[in-house]
């Protein structure tokens, strides 16, 4: 059989590496198929929540400074939380993109349990208008090979502040 689909390029499969709950991937060419070694094992990161409507927060949703409150206020929504499967997920990371909206205050962001506001899985402080990361960190221990439905809340210094989440996304690998 011939592999000369895409003349330049390596032909071959994605394949679990090891033990497949560890959710690590190897690209297998078709060297590997002729028994040499597979190539390194490269840790994938997918997206697990993500929250794309602006949640504005008016008066940062009626909070007292420097108390944390849900992004996604008001009656039924809940916190628009997001229902995460952390089994065998080893880490998170995130991407913010936030707007301070000439918000004056120091704003800071928290992923937490909808459950128990007490389990925080990350927290950003001192917010900028653009983009905010965090690298991958590990799973929080409450988190651990559990499904848990997260939601977002934030603060800021200034309860008069009226900043914008323009969107989130949590990812695991």
């Known amino acids: 059989m011939s592999h000369d689909y895409y003349p330049g390029f390596p032909v071959g499969r994605v394949a ?3 033990d497949p709950a560890a959710r690590r991937f ?14 390194p094992v490269a840790l994938i990161e997918v997206p697990a929540a993500i929250w794309s409507s602006p949640g504005t927060m008016t008066d940062m949703n009626g909070a007292a400074a420097n108390t944390y409150v849900d992004v996604f206020g008001g009656a039924g929504a809940e916190g628009a939380w997001q229902l995460i499967d952390f089994g065998d997920v080893e880490a998170v990371a995130a991407d913010i993109l936030w707007n301070k909206a000439a918000g004056v205050g120091q704003h800071d962001l928290r992923a937490v349990s909808a459950d128990n ?3 925080v899985l990350f927290e950003l402080t001192d917010l900028v208008t653009g983009r905010n990361v965090i690298e991958p ?3 929080a221990e ?12 934030a ?8 900043p914008v989440l323009q969107s989130a996304v949590i990812r695991v690998r």
């Open 16 to 18: 679990f590496s090891g």
């Open 26 to 39: 190897a690209f297998e060419t078709d060297e590997f198929l002729r028994g040499s070694r597979p190539s």
């Open 117 to 119: 506001e007490s389990f």
């Open 137 to 139: 960190i590990e799973v």
């Open 142 to 153: 409450w988190a651990v090979n559990g499904q848990h439905r997260l939601k977002l809340q």
């Open 155 to 162: 603060r800021s210094t200034t309860a008069l502040d009226d």
